[in-house]
């Protein structure tokens, strides 16, 4: 049963224009969230998170919102740029102080020149 | 080198056969953990470590062992390889647990379970 959910498994887009990746969750004991970015043959690498008291963290082009009642937070990258290219996988911490994160399935994402 | 390294990056195996994967970080992270990536399931954890002799399970344990002697390995091993067990494993590391801290992960190896 797949507790973190990205339905979209590619996006395309095109340079300066927004990109929006979505995510669901289902348990709602999750309450720190994280979005993470991976390129092809390297490791994945933090990008941005939020916690459940918040409904939305900002760093540069990067925006996270959470919508706790709707159980769901989406990525906005804006201006989206060519070198954003790249899997981006949201994750949820719901363990408290284990250490342990759920992860989605990833969304990739093509930005076009 | 600094950082979190995997070693080997490809790995080719039969069936039955045990392999072990190995992860090393220069951090002193408290912090351990072994994922493996497949196409529909996104990353899945499979052990962690909070410290050296201090390991627990992640969601898909099954048919893996793992151990944290030394504060900067941690070996995954495959006991008796199956073709189901085919995927890219990701070692990372933080200096706390997930929340509000950072997870470094390493580059991942590639094992190939024929």
């Known amino acids: 049963d797949q507790q973190v959910k990205q339905n979209s498994p590619s996006l395309s887009v095109q340079e300066g224009r927004i990109s929006i990746l979505n995510c669901d969750y289902t348990n709602s004991m999750f309450d720190y969230f994280l979005w993470y970015k991976k390129y092809p043959a390297e490791g994945p690498t933090f990008l941005i998170s939020i916690s459940s008291i918040k409904d939305k963290n900002e760093d540069g082009r990067f925006t996270v919102f959470l919508n706790k009642s709707a159980k769901h937070l989406s990525l906005h990258i804006v201006p989206s740029q060519p070198g954003d290219s790249a899997v981006y996988f949201c994750?949820?911490?719901?363990?408290?102080?284990?250490?342990?994160?759920?992860f989605g399935q990833g969304t990739t994402l093509q930005v076009k020149p | 080198d600094a950082g979190i390294t995997q070693s080997p990056r490809y790995k080719i195996t039969e069936t039955g056969r045990q392999v072990t994967l190995m992860c090393h970080q220069t951090w002193s992270h408290s912090y351990m953990f072994w994922y493996r990536q497949d196409l529909g399931h996104g990353l899945r954890l499979i052990y962690y470590s909070a410290a050296a002799d201090i390991t627990d399970k992640g969601e898909v344990p099954d048919g893996y062992v793992v151990s944290r002697s030394k504060t900067e390995n941690f070996p995954l091993t495959l006991e008796s390889a199956t073709r189901s067990q085919t995927s890219v494993y990701f070692c990372?590391?933080?200096?706390?647990?997930?929340?509000?801290?950072?997870?470094?992960f390493g580059p991942g190896t590639r094992l190939t379970v024929l």
């Open positions: 994750a949820a911490d719901g363990s408290g102080n284990t250490g342990k994160l759920i």
């Open positions: 990372a590391s933080s200096v706390g647990p997930a929340r509000y801290n950072e997870q470094f």
